[in-house]
Every structure is written in C-alpha cells, then in structure tokens.
C-alpha cells in the first residue's frame, strides 16, 4: 500500500466499491431466512401467522360477496354444478390463505434456482475488484507538493463520487430485501380475495407484484454480470499526460462505467414490471 496522501484516498474509495459490491453479490445468493441472521424472518413469519386469522375471515367475507354478485338466485346456488364450483373456489382460496407462505417460498426458490443457473453459465460467480492501475500510483508519488494540490481535488471528488454510488446500489439490493418482508407479512390479506370472484384480481395483481420483486434479482445479477466482463478491460491510463489529468481521465470513465450499473440496478423494478405488464 502506497504512502501517498492521495493513493490511499483513491484505494480506499476502490476498497469501498469492492466490497459493497461483494455484499451486492452475496445478498443476490441468499435467502430470506438466512439475511440478517434470519431474526427479521422470524419477525416477519410471526406477522404472518396473526394476520393470517384476519385473512381467513376476510376470504369468507369476499367469498359471499362473490356468491351475491355471480349469483342470480338462491336456486342457482341449489344447483349441484354451480354449488360445486362455489365450493371448490372456496376450498382453493383457502389453500392459498394458509399455504400463502409456502407459495410465495416456492415462486421465490424457483428465482433463487434461475439466478444459479445465470451464474453458473455466465462463469461469474463473484465480483471483479476494481484497483489503481501501477501506472497511476507511480504516476502521482513522483509528483511533487504543488504539483499535488490539484491531485487532491481530484481524488476529494472521484472518490465521494464512488463511494455515493457504492452506497446507492447496496441501499437498493437492501430495499429488494425489505418489499420481499412487506409482501411476505401482509401475504394473508391480499390472498383472501381470491374468495371472489368479482375480487381476485386484487390477488392476481399481488403475486404478480412479488413475482416482479423476486425477478429484480435476475435483472440486478445481469447488471452485475455485464459491469463484471466490462470491469475485466478497465479503463487505461493515458500516460503522455500530467498527473492530475491522467487521473481525471481514468477515474472519469470508471466513475462514468459505475454510474451506467448503478442506473441499471435502480430501474431494476421498472424494466421487470414493463416485461409482465405491471
């Protein structure tokens, strides 16, 4: 490690990227259950299970509702094939009530196994670290004091800017986390007005939107997978130039490649809903 003011700064901005992107790359891998030590999945569980009563009553509620609204007479409801749909709606929409927790478990598993696979086939299986080229930390320990100053502005700038986007990016695979808690403690509601007819889109519409948060896994993985091959030919220093510049240069396309993965990972919500039409 160089003893220069303004190597160790720009490292340790390239050591905070790293390893948030490493963080990145191992919360994609994990499950609910075990981020966090799997305290906030026993929290979220137990959510689960008391609201879970509140959705049983809401299915019946919803259920009768339905039978109203399709139902154009009591006869109707006499008959044997029509008492026997209305029967099997209910037996199903209860299923979904009490095993909501093991659906959404399933849809999420079925991510989890296609994320392993992208992996897998891609041959990335972790993040590539970003480091200083040799060339510009000899560069800038050969400058001297007054040649420095403009250095330090540089690396000030260059290195708040990347640790911004290093904390941008965590915060957002950390949000993904915190929707799949939200969906999965509220589950029971939704769930139940699959009771009725007139009702069950709402209930469509919520697994199709737990769906959305589990596949922005699979776009975010992409992101990462591309940043990955691109980060393997960095950018490369310009060595006809002073100091000053050659960094600028250099740290204004990494930033530049950066901020391209960051933008991908944020709209990582946006493009899985415009891919099912949300």
Request: glycine content about 8%.
């Amino acid at each position: 490690m160089s003893d220069n003011w303004v190597v160790q700064n720009l490292q340790n901005a390239l050591d905070t990227w790293n390893s948030k992107m490493a963080e990145v790359w191992s919360l994609l891998t994990m499950s609910p259950q075990n981020f966090r030590g799997g305290g906030i999945w026993s929290v979220i569980v137990n959510i689960n299970g008391a609201v879970k009563g509140i959705g049983l009553a809401l299915l019946v509620l919803f259920f009768l509702m339905g039978v109203v609204k399709t139902s154009g007479s009591l006869s109707e409801v006499k008959r044997p094939e029509h008492a026997l749909k209305l029967f099997i709606r209910f037996a199903v929409a209860k299923g979904v009530v009490t095993y909501g927790l093991d659906l959404m478990l399933a849809i999420f598993n079925i991510v989890q196994g296609t994320l392993s696979t992208m992996m897998r086939a891609s041959g990335v299986g972790s993040a590539t670290k970003t480091t200083l080229p040799t060339s510009i930390v000899d560069a800038v320990e050969d400058c001297g004091f007054f040649e420095s100053i403009p250095l330090w502005a540089v690396s000030l700038i260059g290195s708040l800017f990347i640790t911004v986007l290093s904390f941008i990016i965590i915060l957002t695979v950390y949000g993904r986390f915190f929707k799949l808690y939200m969906y999965t403690a509220i589950a029971p509601l939704p769930l139940s007005t699959f009771g009725g007819s007139p009702t069950q889109s709402i209930g469509i519409s919520f697994l199709k939107g737990y769906a959305a948060v589990c596949l922005e896994g699979v776009i975010i993985l992409i992101a990462c997978i591309i940043f990955s091959k691109y980060a393997a030919s960095p950018p490369v220093a310009d060595k006809d130039v002073s100091a000053a510049v050659m960094v600028w240069k250099y740290f204004g396309e990494l930033c530049f490649n950066m901020l391209v993965l960051v933008g991908a990972v944020r709209m990582s919500d946006r493009i899985v809903r415009e891919m099912m039409s949300l």
